[in-house]
């Protein structure tokens, strides 16, 4: 009895875990390249949210096809907020400016959204909800299955690209070092704009994704988003390896946590192994060398 | 010495003591007229609750715009500040300001241990590990529900104990008009305090170490040190403020302390003028208003809001402070040249 609560804890804490990956991988791989934090990037999983509600329930398209307009929509959005903060704003090279800039346009996208969509929780259903897969006492759902799927083959496609494509060979060389990656004739501002489309386009399907898990409000992202910080830095600020390890312990950790003490403790538990990370080994679980010119 | 006009000014401009002394006057004779002229109940309390936030605003900006120490958690520490000032009142029949002097300590205190992370943290990872504090403070005040009550709040908190002097009742704080006096006048004397210490070697001590830690630590300064305390100071400010926060409303729940409000409080420093004191005084007065002039747009108000710290980063980083030098370098310009 025990082993099978154990066991079904552990598939609700890696289906969690693996939503919570791609969003946090997509905040790694902003700060690889640009040591920066984007905070509108919790409003790119309420907008995929959202849109993945709207697309499915108002033309009554696919939950597949409806992932793919919150990928292409994180994306776009991604794109947007590039161009407009972080490009003028880099010129200043000031690391504060366009952290507190994303801090406007999250309040901005939020507030748009409460306006448009009102504080009522949505309901959001897909056809795989219900359909259980029943396995030695465990219940696993179709939408489990998709998550565990889907998130998986992104996360291996996005490995392969990073390491065997020459793209993603040239990002992982601005990441390292941006003017010595200019001084090759890779071109970092192409990289930095590839790398906030993949980012965001992460965000909006994780939102798609995670919606039918979440309360869906327009708040709904920054509850994920600060448990993607804690990930990040749990992992390895710009670590790719350590973002997937970290984003799967805390999605275990929620899940236990809600089993065996109270759902309202998960904030404080993650909050805490990321203070005790910061205390002990400040560079996360696997760390990256950097050095630091002075 | 050739040309006067190419000896400008440097950006941190020490203004002359007379000037200084007027502007002082003038700020004490504001805060006397205002709640003379603004006499109803609705706007008085939004004076009050300006108070708070401008002392909000500056101790946050001591932290982030005189050390350089990006917290976005101030949230926390104003919460601290009231439920530790309240719980002793109400559980243990603590005197209001000896309540007051524990919330304030603790509040301070709670920052220091939070800044001995930021010595070995540098701009992201604090600002991530603050934001986590506030995230932790919230929902301790918002679970522990035999100390806090939780989601339900503690109710029927009173105000401070009357000012008495000789028998005579000099000032009760139920009267607005009296409350307000007591936060503004404490306010401008955090205010006094604060502009003296950033004057003092100290306050150099503190901007070399924002600008450049390796060159400060090479001149000997104890950077560690010098952030743990400049953390502590701010911290203890915004407890203050918690405490005011809490016998001014009455009423205290967890939400009015929710990661948010850090933000909100972020955007008042960045709006006036990080790294200034007299910015984040008006940034904080701006910004407590703005939202109450919009009142009638609705839910867009805080679309507004986003907008305009998005724009002011975007177009004016300076905030208010570069604003104002701006006209008034227009206007010495535009006027008679000697």
């Not at chain 1, 448990?227 to 799967?248: H, Q, R, S």
Request: proline share 4%.
């Amino acid at each position: 009895m025990t082993t099978t609560i154990v066991l079904q804890q552990a598939i609700n804490g890696i289906v969690l875990g693996s939503l919570y990956v791609l969003v946090a991988l997509g905040l790694t791989l902003i700060y690889g390249v640009l040591v920066q934090i984007n905070f509108a990037h919790a409003d790119f999983v309420t907008l995929g949210a959202f849109a993945a509600y709207f697309f499915m329930h108002l033309i009554g398209a696919g939950y597949f096809l409806s992932i793919g307009v919150a990928l292409v929509l994180g994306a776009a959005l991604g794109w947007l907020i590039n161009a407009s903060i972080f490009t003028p704003l880099r010129r200043k090279g000031n690391e504060l400016l366009p952290l507190i800039a994303t801090i406007g346009v999250s309040v901005m996208m939020q507030n748009l959204m409460l306006a448009w969509f009102g504080p009522i929780p949505y309901a959001f259903e897909t056809p795989y909800s219900s359909q259980v897969i029943r396995f030695a006492g465990i219940f696993v759902s179709w939408q489990n299955v998709i998550i565990i799927a889907v998130s998986s083959l992104t996360i291996a496609l996005l490995y392969a690209f990073m390491k065997f494509t020459f793209l993603g060979k040239a990002l992982r060389a601005v990441s390292q070092d941006r003017e010595t990656a200019g001084l090759m004739g890779i071109n970092p501002n192409q990289l930095i704009m590839l790398t906030f489309v993949i980012a965001s386009a992460l965000a909006g399907m994780a939102g798609a994704m995670l919606a039918p898990v979440l309360v869906l409000t327009p708040f709904a992202g920054t509850s994920v988003i600060v448990k993607a910080f804690a990930i990040v830095i749990i992992g390895g600020f710009g670590n790719v390896e350590g973002t997937i390890l970290a984003g799967l312990i805390v999605g275990l950790i929620e899940s236990y946590t809600t089993q065996y003490l109270n759902p309202g403790l998960i904030d404080i538990v993650v909050f805490a192994l990321l203070l005790l990370m910061l205390a002990i080994k400040p560079t996360g679980l696997i760390s990256e060398r950097r050095e630091e010119n002075v | 010495m050739s040309d006067p006009a190419l000896a400008q000014p440097l950006p941190h401009r020490q203004s002359p003591p007379l000037s200084r002394r007027v502007g002082y006057l003038l700020a004490a004779l504001a805060i006397i007229i205002l709640p003379l002229i603004f006499n109803d109940t609705y706007w008085r309390t939004n004076l009050t609750i300006c108070a708070i936030n401008v002392l909000l605003a500056l101790g946050l900006d001591f932290i982030l715009g005189y050390t350089g120490q990006l917290n976005l958690g101030h949230s926390a520490f104003y919460g601290l500040g009231a439920y530790v000032s309240t719980l002793l009142i109400v559980k243990f029949g603590i005197p209001f300001w000896g309540a007051f002097v524990a919330g304030v300590a603790f509040a301070g205190m709670a920052g220091m241990v939070l800044s001995l992370f930021a010595v070995r943290l540098r701009g992201h990872y604090l600002a991530i590990a603050s934001l986590g504090f506030a995230v932790i403070i919230y929902q301790i005040l918002l679970n522990w529900i035999s100390l806090t009550q939780g989601p339900l709040g503690i109710y029927g908190i009173s105000p401070p104990p009357a000012l008495i002097i000789g028998g005579r009742v000099i000032a009760d704080f139920h009267n607005l008009t009296a409350f307000f006096y007591l936060v503004a006048a404490f306010t401008f004397l955090v205010y006094l305090l604060l502009n003296q210490l950033v004057r003092s070697p100290i306050g150099e001590t503190l901007t070399a170490i924002r600008e450049d830690e390796i060159s400060a630590a090479s001149l000997g300064i104890n950077a560690a040190v010098w952030k743990v305390f400049a953390f502590g100071v701010g911290a203890a400010v915004a407890g203050a403020a918690g405490c005011f926060y809490a016998s001014f409303v009455g009423t205290l729940v967890p939400d009015a302390f929710f990661v948010a409000e850090a933000f909100n409080i972020l955007a008042m420093v960045i709006v006036g003028g990080m790294g200034t004191l007299i910015g984040p005084v008006f940034g904080a007065i701006l910004l407590t208003l703005l939202p109450e002039m919009l009142r009638g747009i609705g839910d867009l108000r805080l679309v507004v809001y986003g907008a305009a710290l998005t724009l002011v980063v975007l177009f004016m980083p300076g905030g208010l402070v570069q604003a104002a030098r701006f006209v008034h370098e227009k206007f010495r310009r535009g006027g008679p040249q000697p």
